[in-house]
């Protein structure tokens, strides 16, 4: 376990999770916004009230693919409903505590970052 008590998988997770915020183009809004309801990738690309969530804008492939990368990361999960899993996500106590590194606006990558983050989703056994 380290200082705080928290153990390295956790810790590893963690950072991970900061990356992938820092190199997605969501705001903090969005996430916000999942704290209290579940959206999908179509409310990302289509609704008039996203412009504040995404910098720059994302359309809804690109928006899927986004979620599907935080899913796996652990930041995000599919809601379910009487059906089963839906589109929409929302997020997990994990990424809770990767959001609470920011109590304002997400810092954005610089390139250096990016390239890592890219890598890690991208190529991840190298």
Known sequence: MGEDGIGSTTQRA???????????????????QLESRALGSNDLAS??????WCLPPVGVYEAEGHLIWLIQLGVLRREVDGQGLT??????????????????EIPRANPGQR????????????
């Open 14 to 32: 963690l950072r991970r999770g900061r990356l992938a915020l820092r190199c997605l183009p969501f705001r903090q809004a969005f996430y916000r």
């Open 47 to 52: 609704s008039p009230t996203a412009a504040p």
């Open 115 to 126: 390239l890592w983050g890219w890598l890690q989703r991208h190529r991840p056994r190298l």
């Open 87 to 104: 589109e929409r996500v929302r997020l997990t106590p994990l990424g809770r505590q990767v959001l609470q590194a920011w109590p304002g």
